[in-house]
T-cell receptor, first 115, second 119 residues
Framework: EAGVAQSPRYKIIEKRQSVAFWCNPI?????LYWYQQILGQGPKLLIQ????????DSQLPKDRFSAERLKGVDSTLKIQPAKLEDSAVYLC?????????????FGPGTRLTVL | AQKVTQAQTEISVVEKEDVTLDCVYE???????LFWYKQPPSGELVFLIR??????QNEISGRYSWNFQKSTSSFNFTITASQVVDSAVYFC????????????????FGQGTTLQVKP
């Protein structure tokens, strides 16, 4: 079974530029998560989708971050404009949650460096 | 509010030693789930175990074992006879399970413990 796919793996941009990350979850997983992991810290949830609907985006900086999950499969996370403090690894995860939190399976992440 | 604390920032052991990684959590929920993940140098988080709050039975999987104690809000992880390949950052996490139709299941992670196993 294929795992969670993410691209690109690395991205370097200047501050105030825009960037987009792509995620393809495990086939059949209805729940998709985007996490931000700053160096030396644990991942922090940015947004959670159930199929193509947003379940939780309470920690998403909506003035600059946006995400969508068209057709309930792939998802894109965008930052516009980027700030220095956005430098982090962006992790996508998916799970097959049926009534209880199942294990979340993570992709390899996208390492973003904002200069 | 939910919180996970991993007080050990870094641990260094010599191969074949046993090592225990501590995890203490806070939650007001009566039903919750606890997880352990491993993050090797490659960066991908690998799921190790999920435990629900009703099951305090300890679990063993090969060289790995987990001790869940609800009375002390702890969910500690022990690696027996450690190996160099065990070197990684280990995260304990708590699920933010809301008793509602919108079952979020989001994970709240601790800061992580970096384990270095030397040959």
């Amino acid at each position: 079974e294929a795992g969670v796919a993410q691209s690109p793996r690395y991205k370097i941009i200047e501050k105030r530029q825009s960037v987009a990350f792509w995620c393809n979850p495990i086939s059949g997983h209805a729940t998709l998560y985007w996490y931000q992991q700053i160096l030396g810290q644990g991942p922090k949830l940015l947004i959670q989708f159930q199929n193509n609907g947003v379940v939780d985006d309470s920690q998403l900086p909506k003035d600059r971050f946006s995400a969508e999950r068209l057709k309930g499969v792939d998802s894109t996370l965008k930052i516009q404009p980027a700030k220095l403090e956005d430098s982090a690894v962006y992790l996508c995860a998916s799970s097959n949650m049926k009534g209880s939190p199942g294990a979340q399976y993570f992709g390899p992440g996208t390492r973003l460096t904002v200069l | 509010a939910q919180k996970v604390t991993q007080a050990q920032t870094e641990i260094s052991v010599v191969e074949k030693e046993d090592v225990t990684l501590d995890c203490v959590y806070e939650t007001r929920d009566t039903t919750y789930y606890l997880f352990w993940y491993k993050q090797p140098p490659s960066g991908e988080l690998v799921f190790l175990i999920r435990r629900n709050s009703f099951d305090e039975q300890n679990e063993i999987s090969g060289r790995y074992s987990w001790n869940f104690q609800k009375s002390t809000s702890s969910f500690n992880f022990t690696i027996t006879a450690s190996q160099v390949v065990d070197s990684a950052v280990y995260f304990c996490a708590l699920s933010d399970l809301e008793v509602s139709s919108s079952n979020t299941g989001k994970l709240i992670f601790g800061q992580g413990t970096t384990l270095q196993v030397k040959p």
